[in-house]
């Protein structure tokens, strides 16, 4: 164990941002633990002022090594249960509805050489708890983008009245679990477009930390 004091320094002037509420722009060199910094911060005064934590990132890696690396981490150490989602855009989730009507109608919409592409979502569907393509090893998302299209949840289609005989859809689910979670971690271009929106899935009230920073704002202009 080696204390780190520029990572305590960080997490000081991270805690006071947020109690204080204003801005803290904050450069972390290679090694710093900056992760691990903001989200103690952030955790600790988001709890202490009965809020959320957003935490927006540029790559899909840092929000997996964010969600089953860091937080567990940060879980363990304060000896608390700490609530976290990932929390994507409406294309990287299956639609129960839309899978049912393929199904049925796959004669007609199908070409021959997605059929066993086909079954492997449906063998995963039947297992899924959340329902993100992304958890699905079997099937390859670039090669079958056509099929993913005829499946996947679409804010013009998905609604609670056309998908609740299939026990609602998981979008819908994830956007419930959302409000009540403790830490959220979404991507720059979903955050920007949530911040715009009228009917956000986001809490009313969060505090909110910005990684990969450089990115962001490139990606909210496009």
């Known amino acids: 164990y080696e204390k780190r004091v520029s990572q305590l320094e960080l997490i000081q002037d991270a805690y006071k ?22 989200l103690s911060a952030g955790f600790l005064a988001a709890r202490k002022k009965d809020r959320s934590l ?20 940060l879980s363990k150490a304060l000896n608390l249960n700490i609530n976290r989602v990932i929390y994507k855009g409406s294309h990287n ?12 109608n796959s004669a007609h919409l199908l070409n021959a050489h997605e059929y066993d592409a086909l079954l492997t979502l449906i063998v995963w569907e039947w ?13 390859q998302l670039n090669k ?6 005829l499946v996947r949840s679409e804010s013009s289609y998905c609604s609670a009245n056309q998908c609740w005989k299939n026990k609602g859809c998981y979008l819908g689910n994830l956007r ?12 720059h271009s979903l955050f920007a477009n949530e ?14 930390v910005i990684d990969e920073a450089h990115h962001f704002a490139t990606v909210t202009r496009d």
């Open 17 to 38: 941002s947020f109690a204080d509420d204003y801005i803290l722009i904050a450069e972390a060199g290679t090694g710093l633990g900056k992760t691990l910094a903001y």
């Open 54 to 73: 957003v935490v927006s990132t540029h790559t899909k890696n840092l929000q997996e090594q964010l969600f089953e690396k860091d937080i567990p981490q």
């Open 93 to 104: 989730y299956i639609c129960r509805t839309r899978l049912r009507s393929l199904i049925n």
């Open 127 to 139: 297992e899924t708890k959340t329902g993100d393509i992304k958890e699905c090893n079997g099937f």
């Open 144 to 149: 079958y983008k056509r099929l993913w299209s």
């Open 176 to 187: 419930n679990g959302v409000k009540n979670a403790d830490i959220i971690i979404v991507n």
């Open 195 to 208: 911040l715009q929106r009228s009917n956000t899935c986001l809490p009313d009230d969060f505090i909110y």
